[in-house]
């Protein structure tokens, strides 16, 4: 087991905080999954959580979602509680998330799946045609195929659907839930340039990912998480430079 901790990025640029995750717990039936964990995700940052199959990094995202509910402590968005708040209104405090395994609706078209994730807007039809729009410049494969059932759709395509789906909440907190998995090392390219691409418009990052070298490139700061405990973070680029790291998910040593 990692066990030590660094200064994260975001503390030591005193960057406001798009996301506060404070000692939470977090519980499947009497299986203790979260076991006190704390992150920050700063104002246009980019947060990479790294760890084993089981170590917890879904369940994280699930409970900054409001899918999963706390046994005990707190998390913020912007600086606001999402105690007590559901699942659909966390949405509407500017959080969207692109689960594992992509989870689009296969049956339903291109178009059709976009606008499943543009509920928020309220049926405000050139909202959601410009977010549409944007989400077609960042993937114009999909554009190509955007009357095309979902369920048609090659692997790499249903990943840049997911993405785009979730972004047609405007979010300004983004949860990317292995966004490479099971990809090319090609599209898994394309894929991470987008993330970048995505950030590059202001919307904060919290990315979940196997590619643990791929996912610490392209963060500012890093976090491993080890059978639901913070066990190591820091700046991304000390996480890549740190032995313990290198051994345990770059595969060096």
Known sequence: MIADTMQPAAAQTGAAPMLEVNNVHAYYGHVHALKGISLT??????????????????????????LLKLREGEIKIAGKSIAG?????????????SPEGRKIFPTLTVNE??????????????????????????????????????????????QMLAIGRALMNDPRLLLLDEPSLGLAPLLVKTIFDTVREINKTGVSILLVEQNA?????????????????????????SLLADERVRKAYLGEG
Not at 41 to 66: D, F, H, M, P, Y
Request: charged share 15%.
């Open 41 to 66: 995700v700063g104002q246009g940052e980019v947060v990479a959580l790294i760890g084993a199959n089981g170590a917890g990094k879904s369940t994280t995202l699930r409970a900054v979602s409001g």
């Open 85 to 97: 708040v559901p699942a659909h209104d966390v949405v509407y405090m500017g959080v969207s998330h």
């Open 113 to 158: 799946n976009l606008n499943m994730g543009a509920y928020s807007l309220g049926g405000a039809k050139a909202k959601i045609e410009g977010h549409r729009d944007r989400v077609f410049a960042l993937f114009p494969r999909l554009r190509e195929r955007r009357s095309q059932l979902a369920g048609t759709l090659s692997g790499g395509e249903q």
């Open 213 to 237: 070298r791929a996912a610490l490139r392209l963060a500012t700061t890093g976090y491993v998480l080890e059978t639901g405990n913070i066990v190591l973070s820091g700046p991304a680029s």
